[in-house]
Each structure stands twice: as C-alpha cells, then as structure tokens.
C-alpha cells in the first residue's frame, strides 16, 4: 500500500500502482472524532477521499460542519438527520448532498446499523468539527450509549 501523505490520518492513499481496494478490510478509522459513532476504512485520492463508514444502529453524530462538501449514498439500513436545519430520511439506495461548512447531524435509525459511502472533495479530510466547539463524543439515542465497565 501507498504510504504517502493523506490528510486523514491513517487513511490509504490511491496511486502509484495501488488502484483497487477492498474497503471492507482496510483499518477502520473514527471518521467523526469526538462528536460521531462513524467509523470505517478511508482511501484518498489526489483530489477526493472515499469512506466505507459504519454507524452502529440508534447512534450518530451531534451537530458538526466541515469545510469540505460531502456526498452519503448509504448501502445498507436507513439515516435520518437534519441539513441547515432540513429534516431527512435516507434508506438503502437513497444519496445525501452536504454542503460545505453546512451544520448538520446524522443518525443511524434504531433499526439496524448503518453501512454508508462518503465521498468528499480534498479540502479538507474526513473529521470536522462539532459545532459547540467541544469533542464531548457522539449523539446516542436513548438506550443505546456505551455500556460503562
């Protein structure tokens, strides 16, 4: 594998010579430290970056921007959130357009988790920012937090 720099840390890097990836098998990488249950394998190309993101079923993020538009076409179970303050529901097979630096939350229904691809441009990596300004952790729906140890 590429070893050149990405600006998602620990994110593949496509090109020379590396051009097929099985993404299911690549490291999962958080893809929302601090305000989001995301997470999946990340390959970055010169110009756009591909996540194979999981969002384990009734978690999600809080409120968040990024500086990097974003395209969600989700594979497997429903996402439901909210775009500069538009309410979605995105089953299999639905695509969801996020403009750059557009506050936003997305959660993965109760019903089953989440597989999703997320395409963004290369302004910026895959992690943006909570909008409070905190990286207090993810959103969770009742009864699915973490079990404490």
Not at 50 to 76: A, C, D, M, W
Request: hydrophobic fraction near 35%.
């Amino acid at each position: 594998m590429n070893t050149k720099a990405t600006k998602t840390e620990g994110a593949v890097k496509a090109g020379d010579g590396d051009y097929c990836f099985k993404m299911d098998e690549l490291t999962h990488l958080e893809a929302g430290t601090g305000y989001s249950t995301s997470h999946g394998g990340v390959v970055e190309g010169e110009r756009m970056l591909v996540g194979y993101i999981h969002k384990p079923r009734g978690t999600g993020s809080r409120l968040h921007s990024h500086p990097n538009e974003q395209l969600n076409f989700v594979l497997k179970g429903t996402l439901e959130g909210e775009i500069n303050g538009t309410e979605f529901s995105a089953p299999q097979g639905s695509l969801i357009y996020i403009p750059a630096e557009a506050p936003h939350w997305i959660m993965a229904t109760q019903e089953e988790d989440v597989i999703f691809l997320a395409l963004k441009d290369l302004s910026h990596g895959i992690v943006g920012l909570a909008i409070d300004g905190t990286m207090s952790g993810p959103k969770y729906d009742l009864g699915f937090e973490p079990k404490e140890a």
